[in-house]
Nanobody, 127 residues
Framework: QLQLVESGGGLVQPGGSLRLSCVAS????????IGWFRQAPGKEREGVSC????????NYADSVKGRFTISRDNAKNTVYLQMNSLKPEDTAVYFC????????????????????WGQGTQVTVST
């Protein structure tokens, strides 16, 4: 059974850092690009970042460029999102998802290109 499980969310002060993890199982992980998305209350889901199947290509939403870094460890079936210099507007539920392809088909990632989703992890940036 295909499964994606996010972790690492929490409460952090503005300017702080968090690292999110997405652990996958039930499919050939290194065949697929993986993306991170987020959804704040009352807002549309937003594509944050994507990494290709072997990690050679990445992309980011303009709102997080220079602050967030996506990476993956295919030996551990895990994708990470390192988030630095966090801002209150980064507050959202963060989801990881598996792309239908080995490459990142949208820049930034588009929800319609992703077929399998995790349950999400809450990130709150506040004093």
């Amino acid at each position: 059974q295909l499964q994606l499980v996010e972790s690492g969310g929490g409460l952090v002060q503005p300017g702080g850092s968090l690292r999110l993890s997405c652990v996958a199982s039930g499919f050939t992980f290194n065949y697929y690009a993986i993306g991170w998305f987020r959804q704040a209350p009352g807002k549309e889901r937003e594509g944050v970042s994507c990494i290709s199947s072997r990690g050679g290509s990445t992309n980011y939403a303009d709102s997080v460029k220079g602050r967030f870094t996506i990476s993956r460890d295919n030996a551990k079936n895990t994708v990470y999102l390192q988030m630095n210099s966090l801002k209150p507007e980064d507050t959202a539920v963060y989801f990881c998802a598996a792309n239908k392809y080995y490459y990142c088909s949208g820049d930034p990632p588009r929800s319609a290109d992703f077929g399998s989703w995790g349950q999400g992890t809450q990130v709150t940036v506040s004093t």
